[in-house]
């Protein structure tokens, strides 16, 4: 598998990248104090399949193995970092932090993009937490270059958020997109010195995704062996979006939905 993208590929994932993009739009708009979950993975089935395309998460089995992912959009509320499930009788209330993870099949090709919505009134903290993660992205995205390593994405993004003493997940990471959900390269969101670098090249195609928390970096699986949790409680702010490489810098694949 290819990590370089021609120019007609990339073409095509702008496409499919508008289309998530619009999607998660109007899923961020929906996700109100008293909205279901089901509601809202039906939205991005509905909107993908207007649109032609279909949802890359639905069926998705990690490595091949374990429970196939039963929605199109992964709901995780507050100590919920990632791949909270989108099931009948759970509904968003008010206060309560949602992060919106949504990945997309277009033509043969994937994009994926997340984002983290404060339903309501919130304290200062965690209105901090999710303005910082989201800022953590843009600074990552600030590394992006032919030339520069992985690693430089890495830093950034760590020297940002380490300061401000959040929790940065070490047991998830970003990667490449596109030919398929998960690709080479990961993408540490912190310092990875055993790990080895990764120059940069144009034409590949990010996922870049800061998962960070208000307490611990370390997580753990809820008991159905999907939905992954902040070891201590603490709230997980999570933000995402899939960039192409290029000699200058970033070509935005998805655009962003809070924008």
């Given amino acids: 598998m290819s990590l370089i993208k021609t ?17 998660l739009r109007a899923i961020r708009k929906a996700c109100v104090a008293g909205a279901g979950t089901a509601d809202l993975d039906a939205i991005a089935r509905r909107m993908f ?27 995780s509320i507050n100590d919920e970092v990632v791949h909270g499930l989108p099931i009948p009788n759970r509904t968003i209330k008010e206060g309560d932090v949602v992060g919106l993870d949504l990945g997309l099949w277009y033509r043969d090709l994937a994009t994926d993009m997340a984002t983290t919505v404060i339903v309501g009134r ?13 800022e953590a992205l843009v600074r990552g995205l600030s590394a992006v270059k032919a030339g520069n390593l992985v690693g430089d994405i890495s830093a950034a993004i760590e020297d940002y958020l380490q300061p401000k003493g959040y929790g940065i997940v070490r047991d998830l990471v970003g990667h490449g997109v596109g030919h398929a959900t998960h690709e080479d390269p990961q ?8 790990a080895p670098s990764f120059k940069l090249e144009a034409g590949m195609v990010l996922a870049i995704e800061p998962m960070v928390t208000l307490g611990t970096w370390r997580v753990k699986v809820k008991n159905d062996q999907w939905t992954i949790l902040t070891a201590d409680g603490s709230m997980a702010a999570h933000f995402e979006v899939t960039v192409a490489v290029t000699d200058k810098g970033f070509d935005l694949i998805t655009p962003w939905p809070d924008a």
């Fill in 7 to 23: 120019l007609k590929e990339i073409k095509t994932l702008k496409k499919g990248g508008k289309i998530l993009s619009k999607t």
């Fill in 49 to 75: 399949a207007e649109a032609g395309g279909r949802p890359s998460f639905l069926g998705y089995r990690i490595h091949g193995h374990g429970p196939a992912y039963p929605g199109a959009l992964c709901v």
């Fill in 122 to 134: 919130s304290n200062d903290q965690v209105r901090a937490l999710v303005v910082d993660t989201r």
């Fill in 187 to 194: 993408i540490p969101n912190y310092r990875e010195p055993h």
